[in-house]
């Protein structure tokens, strides 16, 4: 069975940190491009990162570059987002997701994604 499985979301205070995590079970990930997404209620999913199947090549959203990293251990089957300097505009809940269609396109589009977490929230208030 497929699995993608998201952790490390929380309460977090302005300009602080969190690291989320992905690993994946009943598959290995080093075929798919990763990416993370976010959602707040009444809005639309919207692409944070993604990253090739090698990790040479990564996408960022500009209201997160510079801030955010993505990373993954192919040997653990893990993939990393390291947020800094959050904001409460990034209170959301955190999808991972992998794709099988190949290469790492210039936006991180959720339609090109496969399969999915169940999601982790973060929130980010004082």
């Known amino acids: 069975q497929v699995r993608l499985v998201e952790s490390g979301g929380g309460l977090v205070q302005p300009g602080g940190s969190l690291r989320l995590s992905c690993a994946a079970s009943g598959f290995t990930l080093d075929r798919y491009v990763i990416a993370w997404f976010r959602q707040v209620p009444g809005k639309e999913r919207e692409g944070v990162s993604c990253i090739s199947t090698s990790g040479s090549r990564t996408v960022y959203a500009d209201s997160v570059k510079g801030r955010f990293t993505i990373s993954r251990d192919n040997a653990k089957n893990t993939v990393d987002l390291k947020m800094n300097s959050l904001k409460a505009e990034d209170t959301a809940v955190y999808y991972c997701?992998?794709?099988?269609?190949?290469?790492?396109?210039?936006?991180?589009?959720?339609?090109?994604?496969?399969?999915w977490g169940q999601g982790t929230q973060v929130t980010v208030s004082s």
């Open positions: 997701a992998a794709s099988y269609l190949g290469g790492l396109r210039p936006m991180c589009v959720v339609e090109d994604y496969q399969y």
